[in-house]
């Protein structure tokens, strides 16, 4: 990801927005009793356009804003979100990205990894946490509702960070040249 | 170029990794720090507004998931309601022989908040994205009289404590969290155990410790005990309502019953909170 100024001040907007919906909004609904969780599909999104590095760090920043807004000890969220963005990136920089549904069902994949992540983070803390098969319905769910926000996601991060992404495969249709006369 | 590449990008990744570790082992158990409290004062009204904003397209949401649940619970309502009608007969003379006791040990017949308590009214703003924890922020701080430990309620029961507090907001671990215990007991019938969640069944909760000799019934009433000993005392006040019994089954290992209660607070849609402060302080 190539990074400009203008791509910064965008990058930290994105993750500003996101940490604030998340908080103010999605954690505060539920569908069948599970809240969606999008942090870890945007990190993930940045991660499968921007690289590792750019997973990383900014997994590592929404993390940190994110443990400043609840209040809770710094550096968990970051180390769940940092490793989310950094797997994204270097399944980016391995494998090409050639199927349309590949990203949702990446995203799906590392939402599953972050809260399997975030509960991790948890036990390492030593908080008393007990897995049962509702917390894993719940997992689960939660990455069934991040495949299908993944998409618009990938496709709303993609947008704004066109200018700034290296290898963008994009198949275009060869337009046949019109012959005058033929 | 590339080695030297390679080799950034690993430092950057070390120092990331070993930062959220130092990080993680340096805030953990101090509530909050500078960075936060700086971060809440900046954020609190975006917050606030988004709070706002996104309200209605927050109750779209949950009026479907509410939708869903009523299927199934009309039926069972029901039959819940004929069986109340039945008990509202014998609780008009229970009530009244309540208010009779009430005057007989002088209690404050109206206020379910008990004497010394000032209450500080608080909009929920941001709520924990993981179902590891239950903790909510709300928009009122120190710089109104919250304390850590302060019980917090709203007008269906208790809802949980401050746990970390900041200039203009505060966390509030609900009682549903793993780390949640308050001291309770059971009306009618006084019988006393601890109230904590129950593991693996996230928003229900589990009243340990109540011996199986003394059997409770299902829609008794869960309280806050709020105990004292000398100059110790339980942080939450007295006959708070939390909620009631659903089941209860005697575990024959440990002589112990298995009481599990519904909170009477709906933990999952909170909005506006009220945490009681001053009275254990004073």
Redesign the interface.
Known sequence: MILTPKILVRLVALLILAV????????????????P?V?PAVVASLGLLGG??SG??AG?SA??????????????S??VL?ATG?LAGTFRERFEITSRFLPPLLIAGFTLFA?LG??A??VM?G?????????VK??LVKSVYAFFLGWPIYLGVKRLLRPAIVEEPERRQRRRPTVLGA | MYRKQVRRRRAVLALLVIGGFVLLTVTYGRGSTSLQEGVSAVFSPLETAADRALKPARDLVNWFDKTFDARGENSQLKAELEATRAQAVGGEAAIAENRELRKLLELDEGGTIPGGYTPVTGRVVVRAPTEWTADVVIDVGSGDGVAVEDPVVNGDGLVGKVTAVAGGSAKVTLITDSSSAVSARVVPGNSQGVIKPSLGEPGSLTLDFIKSSKLIGRNRIVVTAGWSSGDISSGFPPNLPIGEVTEASVVEQEAQQQVHVRPFADLRNLNFLQVLTGGWRE
């Open positions: 604030l919906l998340q908080v103010t909004f999605f954690s505060r609904v539920a569908l069948f009793h599970v809240s969780d942090l590792s590095m990383a760090v590592f993390g940190i804003l994110l443990d400043c807004l609840l209040i809770a000890p710094l550096g968990g970051s180390l940092m950094y809260q975030y509960g983070v948890e803390i908080v008393d946490s007990t897995v049962s098969a509702q917390i719940d997992m």
